[in-house]
Each structure stands twice: as structure tokens, then as C-alpha cells.
């Protein structure tokens, strides 16, 4: 590890007071100390589309269900509003590949209309989700960017899962939505 970073990955320590009996039955404090890792997953692509109209698409959140792999079977739970706004809360249901079912409540922490938006996980998964979603006009098109920082659970072991299967199935999913943007509004030329 160089610098506080492993394959781009941020450490965040936290310090923890553990109390432990010592022999003479005094209590004692000792620091331990806990890694817990913010992951980063950060995705650009450009689309032959005005900013507005990639805006139109990815404002609204029955979409999700156009640019989700199949397998994982997305299912808004409710209504859902025609356009995202800050302070949506989303509730939804997905199936994570070995893992079964997942039901996620997800806030839009802000909205800067026709550029971008951020959505927060408030219950699913992961011990901390923000998704910033970005959209910037550039020569022949519209970049879109998501960036995504999240916490995986459970400590060590959640640092484990995520090298093994998180990433994967994060990076997975982000691949697909590349695809299916490319599918609906052009490869840019």
C-alpha cells in the first residue's frame, strides 16, 4: 500500500475504543483500528445526442428498467414520478446474481436540471452508495459521466467480496448500460 492507496482505492480509518479486562481486573483501552474502504467507479461516454434529449432519458426513472441487465429483474416498487427532483425518494427491488433479492430506497440528494443529479442509497446493500450522474456538451455529442463512490459491509470481509464479486458485478452493470445508451441514441461516429 503507497501512499493510504490500493488500486485506487481510498482507506478511512476509524478508530474504535475497545474495553479489555486486563488480569489484575482493571479495564484498559486499546485503539483499534478498522479499515473500511470507500470504493471509486468512474465511467465516461460519449453519445451523438444533445445534452437535452440525453437529459429527457435519464431523468426519468422508469429508463432504469431499459438500461439494467435482464437478469437482474429492476422493479420500481410504487409510482414513479415522470421526471427525478431533489428529495425523490425511489424504492426498488433488484436481483443481485447470487444473492437473491434486494430491495433499495434511494434519495436524489440534489438536481442541477439538465446537467446532472446524485442519488444516495438510503437502505439496500451497501453501507454507503452515491452515484453522481453528469452530463457535459462536447464536440459531436453529450459526455455523460457516473461516478460511483460506495462502502461495502461487514468490514473485511466486505473487502473481500467486493475484489471477488462486487466490482465485477458493478462493473458489469455499467458495461450494459453502455451498450444499451449506444443502442438508443447512436455510437458516437
Known amino acids: 500500500m503507497r501512499g493510504g492507496e490500493c488500486l485506487g482505492v481510498s482507506y478511512i480509518l476509524f478508530y474504535l475504543q475497545n474495553s479489555i479486562s486486563s488480569r489484575g481486573g ?5 485503539s483499534l483500528i478498522v479499515y473500511q474502504t470507500v470504493h471509486h467507479l ?16 435519464i431523468s426519468v426513472p422508469q429508463n432504469l428498467n431499459r438500461i439494467t441487465p435482464p437478469d437482474m429483474a429492476f422493479e420500481i416498487i410504487g409510482e414513479s414520478p415522470e421526471k427525478t427532483y431533489a428529495g425523490l425518494l425511489l424504492e426498488y427491488r433488484v436481483k443481485i446474481p447470487l444473492l437473491g433479492w434486494s430491495t433499495w430506497l434511494t434519495e436524489i440528494k440534489y438536481v442541477e436540471e439538465g446537467f446532472s443529479f446524485m442519488d444516495e442509497q438510503r437502505v439496500g446493500p451497501y453501507k454507503l452508495w452515491l452515484h453522481t450522474h453528469k452530463l457535459e456538451a462536447v464536440e459531436g455529442g453529450t459526455q455523460m459521466t457516473d461516478d460511483i463512490r460506495y462502502l461495502v459491509p461487514l468490514g473485511p470481509l ?32
Open 158 to 189: 466486505g473487502l473481500l467480496a467486493n475484489i471477488l464479486f462486487v466490482r465485477r458485478t458493478l462493473q458489469r452493470v455499467f458495461d450494459y448500460r453502455k451498450v444499451k445508451l449506444e443502442e438508443i441514441f447512436g455510437k458516437p461516429g
Open 42 to 57: 468512474h465511467q465516461t461516454q460519449t453519445l451523438p445526442v444533445a445534452r437535452k434529449d440525453l437529459w429527457q432519458f
Open 26 to 30: 482493571c479495564e484498559e483501552y486499546q
